[in-house]
């Protein structure tokens, strides 16, 4: 079964650092694109950044700097390293798989979700 | 950034009810979009991509359409298990942007 569990949510004081792990089953996460997108308390969802087969990564300007993707593929899982943590961070972070394999070259809409993790960033 | 402005942004309907959510782009995007249906407490679940292509498993009742910078989904027959919350989401560049959500109702 293809599958991906988030783990590493918590309540975390603001400026402080957090790490968030997807692993990965029924497929290999270096073989297509992998996101991660956050849905704060009763809001939208919201694109945070990707890592492409070949390691590249891409972020929204709002992490940009703070956050990190990171990838181990003897593992196949994800890794969020996120520092410098601001109240504006509190959300439910999701996990998620591109449809098409990266050799396709192209983006794709996210056919697997992870059930997600809570972070809240609060004193 | 691309932005992508749904409408409504609450839909009341009963069940048997022809649905139909649009979503906007503030600039063309082709046919690369896709919905998802999210429920309380759960990850968004992927209904249609390319703007029109069904994903496997996801019935027959809900359709879309639309090109570079409108689209729809419609549901033909609202089911008890349709209310939920819809997002569209862009994904020709970055940021990936989504839509700020649709919630359908029970009337």
């Known amino acids: 079964e293809v599958q991906l569990v988030e783990s590493g949510g918590g309540l975390i004081q603001p400026g402080g650092s957090l790490r968030l792990s997807c692993a990965a089953s029924g497929f290999t996460v270096s073989s297509n694109f992998m996101s991660w997108v956050r849905q704060a308390p009763g809001r939208g969802l919201e694109w945070v950044s990707i890592?492409?087969?070949?390691?590249?990564?891409y972020y929204a300007d709002s992490v940009r700097g703070r956050f990190t993707l990171s990838r181990d593929d003897s593992k196949n899982t994800l890794y969020l390293q996120m520092n410098s943590l601001r109240a504006e961070d509190t959300a439910v972070y999701y996990c998620a798989k591109d449809r098409s394999l990266a050799a396709v070259g192209l983006n794709d809409a996210f056919d697997i979700w992870g059930q997600g993790t809570m972070l809240t960033v609060s004193s | 950034d691309i932005q992508m402005t749904q409408s409504p942004s609450t839909l009341s309907a009963s069940v048997g009810d022809r649905v139909t959510i649009t979503c906007r782009a503030s600039q063309s995007i082709s046919s690369w979009l896709a919905w998802y249906q999210q429920k309380p407490g759960k990850a968004p679940k992927l209904l249609i991509y390319?703007?029109?292509s069904l994903e496997s498993g996801v019935p027959s009742r809900f359709s879309g359409s639309g090109s570079g910078t409108e689209f729809t989904v419609t549901i033909s027959s609202l089911q008890p298990d349709d209310f939920a919350t819809y997002y569209c989401q862009q994904y020709v560049s970055y940021p990936r942007t989504f839509g700020q959500g649709t919630k359908v109702e029970i009337k």
């Open positions: 390319k703007a029109s």
């Open positions: 890592i492409y087969s070949g390691g590249g990564t």
